[in-house]
């Protein structure tokens, strides 16, 4: 037998090893717990929404780019301390309040 | 060393501004409708409270001021809470506090209700009648 098809004792170990691991993986239990994988993803102005109508407001969140006031400026430009760069996240409209709208928005 | 139960939020975070918006379709002079609070404070740090406010601005300003209730509400909000800016744009008014991140992004029904009573003054200085909540 030449010597590059003998097998070293560390070899036959190293097999062995790896041989043990490879069927110990295959027994790991699940390690899934009992929450769904499925997230129902809220969008930040329904969530707001929600804690509107908790508080006995009645609102209803408006789908997103629909209203003219979210095309228009956020800011008057009067504060030097007004943010730049804002990101619009969608628009409620209230009943029974002398609040026509709210608007959520995100610094960045 | 024990650790905190309930530790404030902090660091990088996104922030968050709820704008509440009445709507006007009349062209509106900045310097009437702007207007700010200026508080008057009592204790530092966490334990500080809103002792009083004065609205800083124009004519809408001037009638905040006038109105004893909104002020006694103010006081009783927190002091992140009691900060607010009255900003007029194209076609509205907006109500606006500070940035909160999204643990603190909440309404109470305090809070609303002092935003809804600017809102009517806000209609009163546009000439729009206000509704009664």
Known sequence: ?108 | MTQELNPIPWGAQDRFQAHFIVKTTRDTSDENILSRTKLETKGHFGSKRVSGVQWIGGTLAEALNSDTELKNMITRLSYDDAQMTIEPTKGAVRIYGKWKDSYNFTITKELFAVYDRIASHIKRELGSPPVQS
């Open chain 1, 1 to 108: 037998m030449c010597d590059d098809m003998k097998f070293s004792t560390e070899d036959k170990l190293a097999k062995s090893f790896y041989r043990h691991i490879y069927l110990w993986v295959g027994q790991i239990p699940n390690m899934h717990d009992s929450e769904s994988d499925t997230i129902h993803l809220v969008n930040k102005h329904e969530e707001y929404c929600e804690l509107l109508k908790k508080i006995g407001i009645a609102a209803e969140a408006q789908p997103l780019d629909t209203e003219e006031i979210e095309k228009e400026n956020f800011y008057s430009k009067n504060f030097s301390n007004s943010p730049a760069m804002v990101t619009n996240h969608g628009i409620i409209t209230l009943k029974g309040s002398n609040i026509d709208e709210v608007q959520i928005i995100q610094r960045g």
